[in-house]
């Protein structure tokens, strides 16, 4: 069975400070992986997608993949209030690339303090 | 405008009844998609669609039945509703399998 694992938390973050996102995946194939916001009540909300190895920074967002090691983060800076919510890791299904099945993670709930 | 809109966006009705989900996306994508997410927040996909054609058909109970008649939109029928069937039904849609998915506002269905 294909897992995504992420810690649930809640992880609690004072205002400003650096918010480190963390999620593990078993199938060594994936190639494509996401970061989803996702408001209690609402929708998932697309943050930023990733399919090569090292950082890709989008505002105050960086989203970082080690596939050797088979791990992909997502780092938030400057951390708001509004940015507290619940953060899903999304990873593609290895041969997926036609079907787009993702596999999620089960999120982790992000608390930014003022 | 709405990218990617559900209706309805909340579905209270009881065990044994037949109800619908219909989506619509105007982003111009071929691949459109069911989940669902459980009571614990776990978000699992259901179908996939491509261009009309059914590419992914997870374990899903028979009576969920999902239909596409164009690219553009997906319905979800589902018979009998069962008490577990109760959660939130979201809609996604992506250019081809590897484009990232967008997500429409979900519906709520509760089942009493």
């Known amino acids: 069975q294909k897992e995504v694992e992420q810690n649930s938390g809640p992880l609690s973050v004072p205002e400003g400070a650096i918010a480190s996102l963390n999620c593990t995946y078993s199938?060594?194939?994936?190639?494509?992986f996401f970061w989803y916001r996702q408001y209690s009540g609402k929708s998932p909300e697309l943050i930023m997608f990733?399919?090569?190895?090292g950082d890709k920074e989008d505002g105050r967002f960086t989203a970082q993949l080690n596939k050797a090691s088979q791990y992909v983060s997502l780092l938030i800076r400057d951390s708001q209030p509004s940015d507290s919510a619940t953060y899903l890791c999304?990873?593609?299904?290895?041969?997926?690339?036609?079907?787009?099945?993702?596999?999620f993670g089960q999120g982790t709930t992000l608390q930014v303090k003022p | 405008d709405t990218a990617v809109s559900q209706t309805p966006k909340y579905l209270v009705t009881q065990m044994g009844n037949d109800k619908s989900i219909k989506c619509e996306q105007n982003l111009g994508h071929d691949t459109m998609y069911w989940y669902k997410q459980d009571s614990k927040k776990f978000l699992k996909i259901m179908f996939s669609?491509?261009?009309?054609?059914?590419?992914i058909n997870e374990t899903v109970p028979n009576r969920f039945s999902p239909k596409s008649p164009d690219k553009a939109h997906l319905n979800l029928h589902i018979n009998s509703l069962e008490l577990g069937d109760s959660a939130v039904y979201f809609c996604?849609?992506?250019?081809?399998?590897?484009?990232?998915?967008?997500f429409g506002d979900g519906t709520r269905l509760s089942i009493l």
């Open positions: 199938d060594r194939g994936s190639q494509s």
């Open positions: 996604a849609s992506s250019q081809s399998g590897r484009g990232p998915q967008h």
């Open positions: 669609y491509n261009n009309k054609e059914l590419i």
């Open positions: 999304a990873v593609n299904e290895k041969g997926s690339s036609n079907t787009g099945k993702l596999i």
């Open positions: 990733i399919y090569s190895n």
